[in-house]
């Protein structure tokens, strides 16, 4: 499978725990997205990288989150001090160079802040 | 708040009726997506528009973006169970990020 691929699947921590997912884009894919949606509304912009240069972080994005891309291939999302309000899906995408906002998507990490 | 808002949020029908869903804005997109979306699953992307005026057909699915680039329908016809999901529309703002709406959630039944 040559898909974006993000890992874990499903992650149930305790309020106050950090967490840290990953998402490993199409291989010719430079561009890559993490975006977040809760029940009932599409997804939300969160971070954008081309290659390894994070180029837009939205106001979502508290300090407590914070996003790398090392060496411009796979990413990874880690919220510190997680907070109930945390509880989302977590889904990660990339696009090929030159191709506009056309984005494919991983299956997501779905996390459950307790 | 989300700038893209879609109509209706719920839908459910019979297989083989026809259904469509809208999307609207107020704001003028340089492209416009539209994905499905499955429980538990990222959304899977459908089709993209650029030009204003634009219809673009995919078997069932007919896709069509606003003279003004400011809304999108998606029609489909003689709907089967397969079809059920999350339809979500998407606006290009520059050259990478999307504006999503809250998605149209289709139930076909057999």
């Known amino acids: 499978d040559t898909g974006v691929s993000q890992d874990p699947r499903h992650k149930i921590t305790k309020r106050g725990q950090n967490v840290t997912f990953r998402c490993d884009p199409i291989?010719?894919?430079?561009?890559l997205y993490w975006y977040r949606q809760t029940l009932g509304q599409g997804p939300e912009f969160l971070t954008y990288f081309q290659n390894e240069a994070q180029l837009e972080k939205s106001r979502l994005l508290s300090d407590r989150f914070s996003a790398e891309r090392p060496k411009g291939s796979f990413s990874t999302l880690e919220i510190q001090r997680t907070e109930q309000g945390d509880s989302a899906m977590y889904l990660c995408?990339?696009?090929?160079?030159?191709?506009?906002?056309?984005?494919?998507f991983g299956q997501g990490t779905r996390l459950t802040v307790v | 708040t989300q700038l893209l808002e879609q109509s209706p949020q719920f839908l459910s029908i019979q297989e083989g009726e026809n259904l469509t869903v809208y999307c609207n804005s107020s704001s003028v997109f340089s492209s416009l997506q539209w994905y499905r979306q499955e429980p538990g699953e990222g959304p899977v992307l459908l089709v993209t528009v650029v030009t204003g005026g634009e219809v673009k057909k995919l078997k069932r699915l007919t896709f069509q973006f606003g003279d003004a680039r400011k809304d999108s329908s998606l029609h489909i016809t003689a709907a089967q169970p397969g079809d059920t999901g999350l339809y979500l529309c998407?606006?290009?703002?520059?050259?990478?990020?999307?504006?999503f709406g809250a998605g149209t959630t289709v139930t076909v039944r057999a």
């Open positions: 291989s010719e894919h430079n561009r």
């Open positions: 995408a990339s696009s090929p160079p030159r191709g506009g906002t056309e984005a494919f």
């Open positions: 998407a606006g290009g703002f520059n050259d990478y990020k999307l504006s």
